[in-house]
């Protein structure tokens, strides 16, 4: 009787270890960003004496959508995610194909299923052997075994035992073979396999059972947008981490991929997935670097009134109280609303962002991280690739509604910037439109050497047109100006003028006074520039000599090349006007005309 007891006892033992890791093993399948979609909506899954699971292997899956599982077995977790996944692929791959041979259609559909788990590292695989590579896919491979049978090395990759068929064929379920193709295309863009090296490693994507874990995973599976960006961050959930860096409700350190939130803010689901929302646009929009000059926490702020109205057009969440958003604001871009800000610098300053007041939730952090072979993983790149991804995933499949703005931005960020001297080319352009060229016998084309008795009238420029084409430069010669970068930007403007047929440009120096050199030819300007020296720079009577000068246009364009380290506010009387100054430099007021920054 003591034996059987016993035996008893250590076959529930068994049952209870079986069942333990067989649902660990279901986990890793349905946290994972490839599969969760899937495996939440399209997939039943079975562990029951009750249903046609295997008699001598793991699992089972039909046509209809489910996966039976074999609970007399006792396998690692790993094992039965390889196992759960390869079942969960025939579906997705639309393996489910009435053919001549369904017995070597499964086979070769085994093949091809247990080679993509193995690229991608899934798992924990029941077989010793690899499956070979040398075939294109299932189709071909099934082609091949109609002709020439089923070599050994290509037997056994199925789930249901050595020779068994892991594929039911029963009635078609709810869902179409286009249903089945879309979701598994949301999968492959939700794990962003070529974007990143980190998606095989389950730690990074470990939804757990929190409200925090489930928002991130919502995006996974319902937000393709940012899905694929949500599966790199890391949610840290610690009231001590918080208090610490004075996170009163969320933060994110875009560098290092973790969103910090605040378990003592007591958010709903709802706006947690509002508040997550908000973190990982300031990741994907590059909020952390592009602020360049100008104050971090209004630039912080400015980003927030931006981000939170989209998130309120797109209905992402709820929006906690208290949060930034103001409906002026809406379709203008973060640089506008920043010059809109720091014209209340007293009232905008006691503002709170989410992480507190006077704080910026972007955490500062380096543009660039190591990946997990050590190696410099460029932030930019990623972040670029995995949004416009899921930009187009979004809008081919009509995934929810999208602001115009927020469109905009996401494409000009996948695009290089422009460097300055082409921006500044484009300035000249709009300046100065092409002369028209006029045709005279006065001076005749002598290009026709096989008719020189024959005039022929030549084109030339009209001279009040030339007359009219000239601009002024307000060049800042004080010492503080780097005379490489100063070389550089007259050596541009020469280029340019001479493009445009502007044969002189009205030159007046600035350091502690004005200096009026007159008009130069533009290539002249470079070699007679001297850095005098004098301490502090005063740009506005440079600015004053141009307005009061009578021989200088009133409709002339002005350039102001200086370093940004100016002592008064410039009045421009309403002329057309642009700054050339070094990146990275701050004006001490906001411009009203175009400023191109020297890299």
């Not at 041979?101 to 052997?129: P, S, Y």
């Not at 009040?464 to 050596?491: C, H, N, P, W, Y």
């Given at each position: 009787m003591a034996n059987k007891k016993q035996s008893k006892k250590k076959k529930d033992e068994n049952k209870n270890i079986a069942y333990v890791n067989w649902s660990n093993g279901d986990d890793i399948v349905y946290y994972h960003p490839l599969f969760h979609g899937l495996r939440m909506d399209f997939i039943s899954l079975y562990y029951n004496k009750d249903y046609a699971y295997p008699a001598n292997g793991l699992a089972r899956v039909s046509r209809s959508g489910s996966i039976y599982c074999n609970p007399e077995i006792i396998a690692e977790p790993k094992v039965w995610?390889?196992?759960?996944?390869?079942?969960?692929?025939?579906?997705?791959?639309?393996?489910?194909?009435?053919?001549?041979?369904?017995?070597?259609?499964?086979?070769?559909?085994?093949?091809?299923?247990?080679?993509?788990?193995?690229?991608?590292?899934?798992?924990?695989?029941?077989?010793?052997?690899?499956?070979?590579?040398?075939?294109?896919?299932?189709?071909?491979?099934?082609?091949?075994?109609?002709?020439?049978?089923v070599p050994d090395e290509y037997k056994g990759f199925g789930t249901a035992g050595y020779d068994s068929n892991d594929m039911i064929f029963d009635k078609p379920g709810r869902h179409t073979k286009e249903e089945w193709s879309k979701a598994f295309a949301t999968g492959l863009s939700n794990a962003v396999r070529a974007a990143v090296n980190t998606v095989s490693d389950m730690s990074t994507y470990r939804a757990g059972n929190s409200k925090s874990?489930?928002?991130?995973?919502?995006?996974?599976?319902?937000?393709?947008?940012?899905g694929a960006i949500a599966t790199e961050f890391r949610i840290i959930e610690?009231?001590?981490?918080?208090q610490r860096m004075g996170i009163k409700i969320a933060a994110i350190s875009c560098s290092l991929q973790e969103i910090y939130l605040n378990p003592l803010a007591g958010l709903t689901s709802e706006e947690l997935r509002f508040v997550i929302a908000h973190e990982l646009l300031h990741a994907a929009l590059r909020h952390d670097i592009r602020h360049e000059w100008r104050d971090p926490f209004l630039w912080n702020l400015a980003c927030d009134f931006v981000i939170n109205g989209w998130l309120v057009e797109m209905r992402?969440?709820?929006?906690?109280?208290?949060?930034?958003?103001?409906?002026?604001?809406?379709?203008?871009?973060?640089?506008?609303?920043?010059?809109?800000?720091?014209?209340?610098?007293?009232?905008?300053?006691?503002?709170?962002?989410?992480?507190?007041?006077?704080?910026?939730?972007?955490?500062?952090?380096?543009?660039?991280?190591?990946?997990?072979?050590?190696?410099?993983?460029?932030?930019?790149?990623?972040?670029?690739?995995?949004?416009?991804?899921?930009?187009?995933?979004?809008?081919?499949?009509?995934?929810?509604?999208?602001?115009?703005?927020?469109?905009?931005?996401?494409?000009?960020?996948?695009?290089?910037?422009?460097?300055?001297?082409?921006?500044?080319?484009?300035?000249?352009?709009?300046?100065?439109?092409?002369?028209?060229?006029?045709?005279s016998y006065a001076r005749p084309s002598r290009r026709q050497s096989s008719t020189p008795d024959i005039p022929r009238p030549s084109s030339i420029l009209r001279q009040?047109?030339?007359?009219?084409?000239?601009?002024?430069?307000?060049?800042?010669?004080?010492?503080?100006?780097?005379?490489?970068?100063?070389?550089?930007?007259?050596?541009?403007?020469?280029?340019y003028s001479a493009v445009r047929d502007v044969p002189g440009v009205r030159v007046v120096f600035c350091d502690a006074a004005a200096y009026d050199q007159g008009y130069m030819k533009p290539e002249d300007i470079a070699g007679s520039v001297e850095v005098r020296g004098r301490g502090g720079t005063i740009l506005q009577p440079g600015i004053d000599v141009l307005k009061n000068a009578e021989d200088f246009p009133n409709t002339a364009p002005i350039l102001i090349i200086t370093d940004a380290e100016c002592e008064d506010r410039l009045k421009l009387y309403g002329r057309e006007h642009a700054y050339l100054i070094p990146d990275g430099a701050k004006l001490p007021f906001v411009p009203k005309g175009k400023v191109f920054r020297m890299r």
């Open positions: 995610a390889r196992s759960i996944a390869h079942c969960v692929l025939h579906l997705a791959m639309g393996h489910f194909v009435e053919v001549e041979n369904q017995h070597l259609w499964n086979i070769a559909c085994d093949c091809a299923v247990e080679r993509f788990l193995t690229e991608m590292k899934f798992g924990t695989t029941e077989h010793n052997t690899l499956v070979p590579i040398g075939f294109t896919n299932e189709q071909t491979l099934y082609e091949e075994f109609l002709i020439s049978g874990e489930k928002a991130k995973a919502w995006f996974v599976s319902s937000f393709p947008l940012l610690d009231h001590e981490i918080c992402v969440g709820e929006r906690p109280d208290g949060v930034l958003y103001d409906e002026q604001y809406k379709e203008l871009s973060a640089e506008n609303v920043y010059d809109m800000i720091i014209s209340d610098l007293k009232a905008f300053s006691k503002l709170a962002t989410l992480r507190g007041a006077g704080l910026g939730d972007i955490l500062p952090g380096d543009a660039v991280r190591k990946d997990s072979d050590g190696n410099d993983f460029d932030l930019d790149d990623f972040y670029r690739r995995a949004l416009s991804q899921g930009l187009e995933y979004h809008q081919n499949h009509d995934r929810g509604y999208l602001p115009s703005g927020l469109i905009e931005e996401i494409r000009a960020l996948a695009h290089p910037p422009i460097p300055w001297d082409v921006e500044l080319a484009r300035w000249f352009d709009e300046m100065f439109e092409p002369v028209e060229k006029q045709r009040e047109q030339i007359d009219k084409r000239t601009f002024g430069v307000v060049l800042d010669t004080s010492g503080s100006m780097d005379r490489k970068l100063l070389a550089t930007a007259l050596g541009a403007i020469a280029s």
